[in-house]
DNA sequence: CAACCCAATCGTCTTTTGCCGTATTTTGCA
DNA sequence: TGCAAAATACGGCAAAAGACGATTGGGTTG
């Protein structure tokens, strides 16, 4: 925790836009301005002020006391980030990728996997991926430094990303919109469409990306994509 | 290297004494405030302000000059030390704990390990250990969150510590220094008299610490110091 | 022991931060 | 569609940061 404590402040400081990285990290853990404010007993428009980057170098006390805000109104609602993070810590490996041997249309892909869609399904139409991901929600989160999201889109971008180990999708999404290459499907595990976050479907809309919910067994998931289509490594 | 990065600016950040945290990564990476600064274009009080604290809550615009900084003339100069950071990010384990059933003389130690002692020679005569730790340099000033050192001492305090994998010794000596629990003994693994850097002869001198160093394979040491007395976990 | 290097201290200056309060805009939703 | 909630925008002000340069104080080394 504290680990993760100096990740993220040390993401904020090295950060090229010190302000969106901390606005990042305040949505993750699902806080509004307004409460943040109230805890660290400072008006809204200051932390608007940071977030806008009005601020070109914030001093290491503001960054000390965001940081340990955002923990600590976390803990307040019962810990739920925290925890998970310190869960997603172990070293098992934290994405599977599955590409394809020919392309799948999106309408299909969400049929082998048991996928309802709850943002822009209107462009699914147009849409065919060539592989899949599946990764550990926390763990992208915490281990991905920006670029080396490269990595996820092993051969193509015309991927579908199947997010494990989410709350309520919120945090994931937060972490597609800062990123600097889109999938193009989001797909939240273990989710239905009544206990999906509202920001996440949000982001999904304003990013243009459609999002899948599906309850389907992960195992299940990777041996149907393989069976039918895949060349997995 | 960009996670190490982020991994220092974090703990400067997040440092309840951020000028001495930014003294001890300067120190560890071998650079002098004379040579900061000036790659820096400013004065070289103004760094030592830094490290005094004069300023309590430097901008991340300054942590991100002077990270940036420090890599910077490392690499100039080789890249010694962030090419052995790289080196030792493994996952094998990073230190080795062998508990003795008895205590045993400095002095007694030291021939077994066929160590040269360089500095705090007087002191030898009073110090007896109950252990050796087994350290791997590079791991520890990654690794070691301050308070963490204690995990390193077992079960007791009066420990010879043995760092492997160290250029001149420098940069665990730095560590020892910042660390709030100090061993008996440090002994500096593959390093002879004249290798030793002086800044760390210069430490161990004020902290008190006998310095030693040892050219005898580790493995050999490992071995010397369980048959003759050793319960190894 | 003078000459030098490195670091620490401090007065002083200008530029920014850090924060507020008060609009104003955007967003979600009944 | 219209209103509350959330987020932005911005002028202003006291307190700090960020910087310099002159000075002082240990060490080491020719």
New interface residues.
């Given amino acids: 925790m ?2 993760l ?10 950060s090229s836009d ?1 302000g969106n990285t901390m606005k990042k990290w305040r949505e993750v853990f699902g806080i509004s301005q307004i409460d943040l404010s109230e805890f660290l007993k400072i008006s809204p428009s200051t932390i608007s002020d940071y977030e806008s980057n009005r601020r ?9 006391r965001f ?1 340990d805000a955002i923990f600590a109104i976390d803990l307040k609602k019962g810990g739920e980030l925290v925890r998970r993070f310190a869960e997603s810590d172990g ?1 098992q490996k934290y994405f599977d990728a599955i590409d394809f041997k020919k392309s799948l249309p999106a309408k299909e892909f969400i049929k082998m996997i048991d996928g309802k869609c709850v943002a822009n399904a209107e462009k699914l139409d147009s849409i065919d991926i060539f592989g899949v991901t599946i990764l550990d929600s926390m763990k992208i989160i915490l281990e991905m ?1 920006y ?1 080396s999201f490269i990595k996820v889109y092993s051969t193509t971008t015309q991927r579908a990303l199947i997010f494990t180990q989410t709350a309520a999708g919120r945090s994931p999404m937060v972490a597609v919109r800062v990123a600097p290459i889109k999938p193009a499907i989001v797909v939240m595990h273990d989710l239905d469409e009544s206990s999906v976050d509202k920001l996440a479907v949000k982001i999904a809309e304003s990013e243009g990306i459609p999002l899948i919910v599906t309850l389907k067994p992960i195992e299940e998931i990777k041996k149907a994509l393989k069976d039918a289509l895949g060349v997995s490594n």
Same sequence: chains 1, 2.
């Fill in positions: 504290e680990q404590k100096v990740k993220i402040a040390g993401e904020i400081a090295l010190a070109k170098s914030p001093g290491i006390a503001v960054i000390h940081v070293s430094p670029e």
